[in-house]
């Protein structure tokens, strides 16, 4: 089982959309977060200790990533997705585009 992470700003509609999309993938378990310290649930140490496959929808995001919790990061997997923030929760066209660019990088 590899544990993944999707990570945006809010934890309001990108990363939560990942979050449901790949709960049923099979071999992963999934979970989200923001990375604003007013997230819906806001990114901890733990939870990237937890995680082995991190997912980021901006550059952006990579970087305060980095930048706040770069010491936990030294073996983790951190994918940037180049998703911008303009997508309704569950909206289709994300949906679509998550499915597009999540699996490949997901075990087989």
């Not at 923030?85 to 949906?95: G, H, I, K, S, T």
Request: glycine letters at 2%; one cysteine or more.
């Amino acid at each position: 089982m590899t544990n993944v992470l999707f990570l945006c700003s809010q934890n309001k509609l990108r990363s939560p959309t990942a979050e449901q999309v790949f709960a049923e993938y099979p071999g992963i378990a999934c979970s989200s977060a923001g990375l604003n310290h007013d997230a819906e649930n806001p990114l901890t140490a733990e939870l990237l200790e937890w995680a082995e496959l991190i997912f980021v929808m901006e550059k952006a995001q990579r970087s305060k990533l980095q930048a706040r919790f770069g010491e936990h990061l030294h073996d983790k997997r951190v994918v940037c997705l180049n998703i911008p923030d303009n997508y309704r929760f569950m909206e289709p066209a994300l949906v679509a585009l998550l499915e597009k660019k999540v699996a490949p990088h997901l075990p087989a």
